[in-house]
């Protein structure tokens, strides 16, 4: 499409086919000539959320737009799919300015355009190499299926092939970085995250009280959903994308953690778990369904939102038992039926109940208007938050730019989810050694019972394998522990290793009350000599 230069716009974008709602309803109705669209989408095998690229000619790739509806896309997570489409959509316009096609880049092209990305003095955003290698793998994973199914006799992504962890040969991406950082674990102290609730989600400044003139937008539900993500762990999806009866019940035997399962489907493993979130936390998540959730419900009711929704399904029972299975009718009038643990995210949006004044959703998070708050949403949530931190926390101008000066929070959804893991780590750690007084036999036998708060923390964040959780937090738990050690050090210096390494077995104690800084943190992280990288002889016997 020509600007108003008329020159052509150079660069590529991505459009995505809307849900079937709005498919076989108000967008049939805005486009004249065009009311046959969804049959004939549906006669090419086009669904709803597949990609479409448009070129800057506007002129749409058929090619691409296949591999849009290819399995192996479709199988990725709805975010994936997304992260790699805007991925794709970079690179083409890349190539588009070279006068190239996607199906005739050269190797030369994919090192030109990393130089650029990653290095050029002009570019002035570069990314990093963890953003580098996943955008690597969205070409790698277009060029593979354009491999296979014929449409390019060349992929400019070099590959090479190595072992994989279980002995499994793979290939991997030549241009692959090498500094991308396996994990990027930011976290908060608890009386930091307290701090950061109260100064960006209610408007406090530096002496305790709400700011004048501060109308904070549904600031009881922003402070209920940091609540439960950083007392629970769960990711941003997960928690984003509750119903009303999945948030376990406040009342009930005493205790300061309550219990709920989430879905497998919004989950990235898609297994069923069970989490824990404490009872403070739920307690802010009643109080917000009580007040701005019924109160932007009941504005939506009596607007008549909620009837004029392309898509609705109506919940008239839900069936019991071990896998419990929703039974709907749509707004069409068919009836309908999915395992609780099957319903996708934006399947979840669609679910309402008959309510005392009228339709009700069952989605937990709500926008002002009443309407499903997405996940993806909470991000500029936080971000609005960090702001307002930084603001209210800068120091004087002197000392403005000085970073060592700026003691401003800043956090992130998932940056709850670290903490939630280095507290539990931490708790479950000194919980083992100073509550319970074990001696080494008996924390051998707890571990074989129970498992060890590596494992319980592994379980409790839904990881895959345990390596994965001492992965990402081995290095922020020792940093603790070391940090714990120079604190609570007294005047009598402390034994040092010699400098070959090696401690006398008449210094070491009990894992309890160890002296020696090179031994108490295998006792304290509950590590093997081999998992913590350490010589075997600076190890208690």
């Given at each position: 499409?020509?600007?108003?230069?008329?020159?052509f716009?150079?660069?590529?974008?991505?459009?995505?086919v809307?849900?079937?709602?709005?498919?076989?309803g108000?967008r049939?109705?805005?486009?004249?000539?065009?009311?046959d669209?969804?049959?004939?989408?549906?006669?090419?095998?086009?669904?709803?959320g597949?990609?479409?690229f448009?070129?800057?000619?506007?002129?749409?790739?058929?090619?691409?737009?296949?591999?849009?509806?290819?399995?192996?896309?479709?199988?990725?997570?709805?975010?994936?799919?997304?992260n790699?489409?805007?991925?794709m959509w970079?690179?083409l316009?890349?190539?588009?300015?070279?006068?190239r096609t996607?199906?005739?880049?050269?190797?030369?092209?994919?090192e030109?355009?990393?130089?650029?990305?990653?290095?050029?003095?002009?570019?002035?955003?570069?990314?990093?190499g963890?953003?580098?290698?996943r955008?690597?793998?969205?070409?790698?994973?277009?060029?593979?299926?354009?491999l296979r199914a014929?449409?390019?006799?060349?992929?400019?992504?070099?590959m090479r092939?190595?072992?994989?962890?279980?002995?499994?040969?793979?290939?991997?991406?030549?241009?692959?970085?090498?500094?991308?950082?396996?994990?990027?674990?930011?976290?908060?102290?608890?009386?930091?995250w307290?701090?950061?609730?109260?100064?960006?989600?209610?408007?406090?400044?530096?002496?305790?009280?709400?700011?004048p003139?501060w109308?904070?937008?549904?600031?009881?539900?922003?402070?209920?959903l940091?609540?439960?993500?950083?007392?629970?762990g769960?990711?941003r999806?997960?928690?984003g994308?509750?119903?009303?009866?999945?948030?376990?019940?406040?009342?009930?035997?005493?205790?300061?953690?309550?219990?709920?399962?989430?879905?497998?489907?919004v989950?990235?493993?898609?297994?069923?778990?069970?989490?824990?979130?404490?009872?403070?936390?739920?307690?802010?998540?009643?109080t917000?369904v009580e007040?701005?959730?019924?109160?932007?419900?009941?504005?939506?009711?009596?607007?008549?939102?909620?009837e004029e929704?392309?898509?609705?399904?109506?919940?008239?029972?839900?069936?019991?038992?071990?896998?419990?299975?929703v039974?709907?009718?749509?707004?069409?009038?068919?009836?309908?039926?999915?395992?609780l643990?099957?319903?996708?995210?934006?399947?979840?949006?669609?679910l309402?109940?008959?309510?005392?004044h009228?339709?009700e959703?069952?989605?937990l998070?709500?926008?002002?208007?009443?309407?499903?708050?997405?996940?993806?949403s909470w991000?500029?949530?936080?971000?609005?938050?960090?702001?307002?931190?930084?603001r209210?926390?800068?120091?004087?101008e002197?000392?403005?730019?000085?970073p060592?000066?700026?003691?401003?929070?800043?956090?992130?959804?998932?940056s709850?989810?670290?903490?939630?893991?280095?507290?539990?780590?931490?708790?479950?750690?000194?919980?083992?050694?100073?509550?319970?007084g074990?001696?080494?036999?008996?924390?051998r036998d707890?571990?074989?019972?129970?498992?060890?708060?590596?494992?319980m923390v592994?379980?409790?964040?839904?990881?895959?394998?345990?390596?994965?959780?001492?992965?990402?937090?081995?290095?922020?738990?020792?940093?603790?522990?070391?940090?714990?050690?120079?604190?609570?050090?007294?005047?009598e210096?402390?034994?040092?290793?010699?400098?070959t390494?090696?401690?006398r077995?008449?210094?070491c104690?009990?894992?309890?009350?160890?002296?020696?800084?090179?031994?108490?943190?295998?006792?304290?992280?509950?590590?093997?000599?081999?998992?913590?990288?350490?010589?075997?002889?600076?190890?208690?016997?």
């Amino acid at each position: 499409m020509p600007n108003k230069g008329g020159v052509f716009r150079m660069k590529w974008r991505v459009f995505w086919v809307p849900r079937d709602g709005q498919r076989y309803g108000l967008r049939s109705s805005l486009i004249a000539g065009w009311e046959d669209l969804p049959s004939r989408e549906d006669a090419d095998g086009i669904r709803a959320g597949d990609p479409i690229f448009l070129a800057p000619d506007c002129r749409v790739d058929p090619v691409l737009g296949l591999y849009g509806q290819s399995a192996i896309f479709r199988s990725y997570r709805e975010e994936t799919r997304r992260n790699y489409a805007t991925d794709m959509w970079l690179w083409l316009s890349f190539l588009w300015r070279r006068g190239r096609t996607w199906r005739d880049a050269m190797e030369a092209d994919l090192e030109d355009y990393e130089h650029w990305r990653r290095f050029a003095a002009t570019n002035p955003q570069q990314v990093g190499g963890s953003k580098w290698n996943r955008e690597l793998a969205a070409f790698t994973s277009l060029y593979g299926w354009a491999l296979r199914a014929g449409h390019v006799a060349r992929s400019p992504v070099a590959m090479r092939q190595v072992v994989g962890r279980r002995g499994e040969v793979v290939g991997v991406a030549e241009a692959r970085a090498k500094d991308a950082r396996p994990s990027n674990v930011h976290w908060l102290t608890p009386r930091t995250w307290r701090m950061w609730v109260d100064i960006g989600l209610r408007g406090h400044g530096v002496d305790g009280v709400p700011a004048p003139g501060w109308a904070g937008r549904l600031e009881d539900r922003n402070v209920a959903l940091t609540g439960l993500l950083t007392s629970s762990g769960l990711r941003r999806s997960e928690g984003g994308s509750l119903l009303t009866f999945e948030v376990p019940a406040r009342s009930g035997v005493g205790g300061r953690y309550r219990r709920g399962r989430v879905a497998a489907e919004v989950t990235r493993s898609k297994k069923t778990r069970t989490y824990y979130v404490a009872s403070e936390a739920v307690g802010d998540i009643e109080t917000y369904v009580e007040s701005s959730r019924e109160w932007v419900i009941r504005r939506a009711q009596r607007a008549g939102r909620y009837e004029e929704l392309p898509e609705l399904r109506l919940v008239h029972e839900i069936a019991g038992g071990p896998r419990p299975v929703v039974h709907w009718r749509g707004s069409d009038g068919v009836a309908g039926r999915r395992a609780l643990d099957r319903l996708s995210v934006w399947e979840r949006q669609l679910l309402f109940t008959e309510g005392a004044h009228g339709l009700e959703p069952l989605w937990l998070w709500l926008n002002e208007r009443g309407l499903p708050f997405q996940p993806h949403s909470w991000e500029g949530v936080f971000r609005t938050a960090n702001q307002r931190c930084a603001r209210v926390l800068a120091p004087s101008e002197p000392n403005r730019w000085d970073p060592h000066r700026v003691f401003a929070p800043y956090a992130t959804p998932h940056s709850a989810r670290h903490s939630f893991a280095l507290y539990m780590l931490v708790v479950l750690n000194c919980l083992m050694d100073q509550r319970y007084g074990l001696t080494p036999e008996e924390r051998r036998d707890f571990r074989l019972l129970y498992g060890d708060p590596w494992f319980m923390v592994q379980n409790l964040l839904g990881h895959a394998s345990r390596e994965t959780t001492i992965e990402r937090y081995l290095a922020p738990v020792a940093d603790l522990q070391l940090r714990a050690l120079l604190a609570t050090v007294d005047d009598e210096p402390l034994s040092i290793p010699t400098p070959t390494g090696r401690v006398r077995a008449a210094d070491c104690t009990s894992p309890g009350a160890c002296r020696l800084s090179a031994c108490r943190p295998n006792h304290t992280l509950g590590l093997t000599p081999s998992s913590q990288r350490a010589p075997r002889a600076t190890t208690c016997p």
